[in-house]
T-cell receptor
Framework: GAVVSQHPSRVICKSGTSVKIECRSL??????MFWYRQFPKQSLMLMAT?????????EQGVEKDKFLINHASLTLSTLTVTSAHPEDSSFYIC???????????????FGPGTRLTVT | GESVGLHLPTLSVQEGDNSIINCAYS??????FIWYKQESGKGPQFIID?????DKRQGQRVTVLLNKTVKHLSLQIAATQPGDSAVYFC????????????FGIGTKLQVIP
């Protein structure tokens, strides 16, 4: 149980185009999903918190107009990188929190990540 | 803001030995702590967690120790195996709000066969 999927796993796009990444909770409902980016040999940096049916909360320094987040249902959140540039190349990882789980709902389940390369 | 760091960026351990990975955190309001394992090209995998009202928790071959006085967390892996080779992150959660998970820098564990 508690599986999170991401699609695509890898994507290569040209500079100036937009790319959409999907994050799905497969066997639980996630009112809250989180989006991270990770550069090589670095830690995960939280970009934004996505809540079903409301606007995402972005971390300081993250451009909300560049990284569009939509959490349209309890099992799906999408991240769209608009007008992508080479510096946006990174590993994007989502996580979902099952608020019905034990441990007071703190635990997050992570997706396998999406490798974005902008040429 | 929260900062979470690790004492050792890399750790090489002989197969069969025990591994200890350390982590320091700065926010005394942190009340939930998690260790994740990340293999190359994959998302983080939950290993073990501990709440602030505990100082030790054991799992299968892993033990997490929490010292709130000095804001220090450690992960102990018993009888380290080649499959344990990965990057290990500690992460902390401060209750309230969206309960964001803040990750530490990471320690790369290399198991020598």
């Amino acid at each position: 149980g508690a599986v999170v999927s991401q699609h695509p796993s890898r994507v290569i796009c040209k500079s100036g185009t937009s790319v959409k990444i999907e994050c799905r909770s497969l066997d639980f409902q996630a009112t809250t999903m989180f989006w991270y980016r990770q550069f090589p040999k670095q830690s995960l940096m939280l970009m934004a918190t996505s809540n079903e049916g409301s606007k995402a909360t972005y971390e300081q320094g993250v451009e909300k107009d560049k990284f569009l987040i939509n959490h349209a249902s309890l099992t799906l959140s999408t991240l769209t990188v608009t007008s992508a540039h080479p510096e946006d190349s990174s590993f994007y990882i989502c996580s979902a929190r099952d608020v019905s789980a034990g441990r007071g709902g703190y635990e997050q389940y992570f997706g396998p990540g999406t490798r974005l390369t902008v040429t | 803001g929260e900062s979470v760091g690790l004492h050792l960026p890399t750790l090489s351990v002989q197969e069969g030995d025990n591994s200890i990975i350390n982590c320091a955190y700065s926010n005394s309001a942190s009340d939930y702590f998690i260790w994740y394992k990340q293999e190359s090209g994959k998302g983080p995998q939950f290993i073990i967690d501990i709440r602030s009202n505990m100082d030790k928790r054991q799992g299968q071959r892993v033990t997490v120790l929490l010292n709130k006085t000095v804001k220090h967390l450690s992960l102990q892996i018993a009888a380290t195996q080649p499959g344990d080779s990965a990057v290990y992150f500690c992460a902390v959660v401060v209750s309230g709000g969206y309960q964001k998970v803040t990750f530490g820098i990471g320690t790369k564990l290399q198991v020598i066969p």
